[in-house]
């Protein structure tokens, strides 16, 4: 008799196309449905548990089934579950825009709702050309960093710079440039970008509307990571040549790198800052766009003097989403997340000691709580990452290799025992595949 993973399996691949994925590899890769989630456990339809260690693709906080998360969706789910944000409001979204205004850099004053992480930076890359253009300024290009990732929407794709997404696409995308990432986390790999980055800002700030950035670490690329030198210096010379920043912490936000944003090692404040997958602890789609003054008031006017900024999506700012981040929030203040956070990446710190004696591997770098170990000596074709992810599920952990990039970011609920065995079983399934 047919197994209910593989019942649901079957009725899943009847009628599901699934994101980032090659659809033919289910014919031999099981997929795995999952019917529960408790912590950093995913359970399946067999009670078979999974450590959630990549947070669902980087979103979930404070584990799955959150009591406190849960409590709060409850109790909203009966008083408004949706209203458009047009004319209307309502006091998840009110409570919620002013705890981030209070939490990010101080320039930050105005949030726009959005509801995906593509679509806070499309509005952002909007908001930034139709600012320069409310001021007499037409500036159509963007900038952005080599190995950079923003999003799979054409304007999120265009300023992103990984191949195997972008590539396909080039002639819709929208004008883009890139410039050099630091190559790795040291002061003088920063100092090197800078300098190109200076260089082609004289030369062609007149047209760039804004410098988009992934501060600190570089996620989809490869959890490569730079030093915050380079976010100090990008700040100072967008100032300079009169650029805006975008500082894209989709997923180095809410505590991720160590500290609340990623900003802050820099001490900066950017023009725009985009949110997303944290924010909600995980649990439902929201994102904010966060402004200045500056932007707000180059669109705040008589109807018809300048064009207001139009950019909307039905599930703006939804209720429960809303509700989803506030609960988020209240476990930031109510507990010292950060400090525990520090231990814990203590933890992981000398735990990854262990993969230096591995012969493929090639480095391993950390930030926060995001670790990640490169190899070596394998080609794309070879598909490593997904053997490595194939061994880990029949030990119950749920790792998601980016390539030959085998990484942990798992929810800051991870206990110290549960760090052991997802560290334990990204080790042994590294040392037995690549020997
Ligand atoms: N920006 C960054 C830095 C991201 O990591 C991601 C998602 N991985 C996005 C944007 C896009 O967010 P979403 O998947 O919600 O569209």
């Known amino acids: 008799m047919d197994s209910k993973n593989s019942v649901m399996m079957q009725r899943d691949l009847e009628v599901i196309w699934h994101p980032c994925t090659q659809m033919k590899d289910h014919e031999t890769l099981p997929l795995i449905p999952i019917k529960s989630g408790k912590g950093v456990y995913l359970y399946d339809f067999e009670g078979n548990s999974y450590i959630d260690a990549v947070s669902s693709w980087w979103v979930n906080l404070f584990g799955h089934a959150n009591e406190t998360i849960n409590k709060k969706i409850k109790e909203q789910i009966d008083e408004l579950e949706h209203v458009l944000l047009a004319g209307f409001t309502h006091e998840p979204a009110i409570e919620l825009a002013h705890k981030l205004v209070n939490i990010t850099p101080e320039t930050l004053k105005k949030v726009f709702y959005v509801d995906n992480g593509s679509s806070a930076v499309e509005a952002a890359l909007k908001m930034s050309y139709h600012y320069h253009l409310n001021l007499g300024k037409r500036k159509p290009l963007f900038l952005s960093l080599t190995n950079s990732y923003h999003g799979e929407t054409i304007g999120a794709l265009s300023v992103g710079d990984v191949s195997l997404y972008k590539e396909t ?101 950017p023009d725009f800052m985009t949110l997303s997958k944290g924010l909600t602890g995980g649990y439902l789609p929201l994102s904010v766009v966060m402004t200045t003054n500056s932007v707000y008031n180059a669109f705040y006017c008589d109807y018809n003097e300048y064009k207001a900024f139009l950019h909307s999506h039905s599930y703006t700012g939804n209720p429960l989403a809303c509700s989803a981040a506030l609960a988020t929030l209240e476990i930031f203040e109510q507990n010292d997340v950060l400090a525990e956070n520090e231990k814990k990446q203590r933890y992981i710190y000398e735990k990854l000691k262990v993969f230096k004696s591995l012969p493929h591997v090639k480095e391993i770098r950390q930030q926060g709580m995001v670790a990640a170990i490169e190899l070596k000596g394998y080609e794309v074709k070879d598909r490593i990452g997904l053997r490595i992810y194939e061994y880990a599920l029949t030990q119950g952990v749920l790792l998601r290799p980016l390539g030959h990039i085998i990484y942990f970011m798992p929810p800051y609920t991870i206990a110290y025992d549960e760090i052991d065995k997802m560290i334990q079983v990204a080790y042994n399934g590294i040392q037995r595949i690549t020997s």
Request: glycine share 8%; proline share 4%.
């Open 169 to 269: 696409y080039e002639p819709l995308l929208i004008a883009n440039m890139q410039v050099p990432v630091p190559k790795d986390q040291s002061l003088d790999a920063a100092k090197d970008a800078l300098k190109i980055l200076e260089e082609v800002l004289k030369e062609r700030a007149g047209e760039i509307a804004a410098l988009i950035l992934e501060p600190l670490i570089q996620g989809a690329g490869g959890m490569h990571m730079y030093h915050s030198d380079y976010l100090r210096g990008a700040r100072e010379l967008t100032q300079k040549y009169d650029i805006h920043l975008i500082a894209d912490e989709i997923m180095t936000g809410f505590g991720r790198t160590g500290k609340m944003f990623a900003c802050e090692y820099a001490n900066i404040s």
